[in-house]
């Protein structure tokens, strides 16, 4: 059996660290990646309101109803600041993450960067000559 | 004239006396702008108070052992001046997301069994005589993995990470960092054997690229880089048919 002494110093009494609730406030980098994961929950709320509104058209022109109330109008414009933002801090970061090689030579982070922003810019274009094709 | 001095306010717990730890302050002499805050603290255990407790060895930012929460940020307390704070006090806490043992020493057994289970060293399928020669590398090979080969296992990226702080199951910035160090030398052979810990849920996944495991890294090793790096390894991986590699 050990002795009193020993067994203490076998199982020291630790402080368990807790985080705080407000932990996201206490550095600008914390607080800035906090309204970056937060900027997707509006997003996903319309896209679920977008997949209503197709499933409504789907049913015919006269179910179709779109929102035309301004706060809906507003919170549009809102999802659509914080879908740019998001798209922004995302792209930025993909120099990051992506470790592309070609020719066995390591291709810059900065040239990856330029890439994704080429192709989001490409995207966003085609997407928006394909939906002003079918509203013609 | 009278003395300049700084005020040092540091982290105090005794496990047999206090229920939490408690702040105290210590007036010291700010005799010279090359001190830092481990000189800072080492006056006051020599003079003042020696029972202050707090891990240091080299004092020269090389072995990884003084990382303390400076005013609140991770840093290694050998290589934060003193001046950079001056008039203002200086508080020195221990490193956010660990347990505390005493004053300013964490428990970093979490940390040292999370180490070893990426096995942080070459693992060869079969080791080839000496007399066979040197494992041979380009200069391109090692700059493969040289950025993550800095890592001091200072832990200030694991006090920096909230992800670790909310749930420290998460495997952890500078155990993926090493992880991903040994994966890209071009004379390890072990990917397959570190997968099951570093692709778990609790491995990469876990990582929400928060990014400050980076900023804080007084090494300039960028665990963030490795987590997503290997993010994207493990995906290609699982899902592309040519992605399978020992």
């Not at chain 1, 607080?31 to 409504?56: G, H, Q």
């Not at chain 2, 040197?134 to 080969?149: G, P």
Request: hydrophobic share 45%; proline share 6%; glycine share 6%.
């Amino acid at each position: 059996m050990k002795a009193p002494a020993q067994a203490a110093r076998a199982e020291p009494r630790a402080y368990r660290w807790t985080m705080p609730a407000n932990w996201w406030t206490r550095n600008r980098h914390y607080f800035l990646y906090t309204v970056r994961e937060f900027t997707a929950l509006p997003m996903a709320l319309w896209l679920l309101w977008l997949l209503y509104d197709i499933k409504s058209a789907g049913a015919g022109a006269a179910n179709f109803q779109p929102p035309r109330s301004a706060a809906f109008i507003a919170f549009s414009a809102v999802c659509f600041l914080f879908a740019t933002y998001h798209s922004y801090t995302f792209l930025k970061l993909a120099g990051v993450i992506m470790h592309v090689k070609v020719l066995d030579k390591t291709v810059p982070p900065r040239a990856i960067i330029i890439t994704m922003f080429g192709l989001w810019a490409l995207a966003t274009v085609v997407i928006g000559a394909v939906l002003i094709g079918f509203a013609r | 004239m009278a003395e300049k001095t700084i005020t040092i306010k540091a982290t105090r717990f005794d496990p047999d006396k206090d229920s939490a730890p408690r702040l105290q302050s210590y007036d010291i002499p700010f005799t010279d702008e090359a001190m830092v805050v481990l000189d800072a603290l080492n006056y006051i255990k020599a003079h003042v108070d020696g029972s202050l407790s707090y891990r240091w060895s080299c004092r020269m930012g090389i072995c990884g052992s003084c990382g303390m929460m400076v005013n609140g940020t991770p840093k290694l307390s050998c290589s934060a001046f003193l001046r950079d704070y001056w008039p203002k006090p200086v508080t020195v806490q221990p490193l956010n997301n660990f347990p505390i043992i005493r004053d300013l020493v964490i428990d970093m057994e979490d940390f040292m069994h999370k180490l070893k289970s990426v096995q942080p060293w070459i693992i060869r399928k079969q080791e080839l005589p000496l007399g066979a020669g040197e494992h041979r590398q380009t200069t391109a090979q090692i700059d493969e993995f040289k950025q993550f080969s800095q890592c001091i296992n200072c832990m200030l990226c694991y006090s920096a990470c909230p992800v670790y702080g909310l749930n420290n199951e998460f495997l952890g910035p500078a155990a993926i960092a090493l992880a991903r160090r040994y994966n890209l030398d071009s004379r390890d052979q072990g990917l397959t054997k570190r997968l099951p810990v570093i692709a778990d849920s609790e491995g990469v996944w876990e990582c929400s690229f928060v990014g400050e495991c980076s900023v804080v890294c007084p090494k300039g090793v960028d665990p963030a880089k490795a987590i997503q790096q290997t993010k994207l390894d493990t995906t290609l991986r699982f899902t592309l048919p040519f992605g399978n590699r020992d």
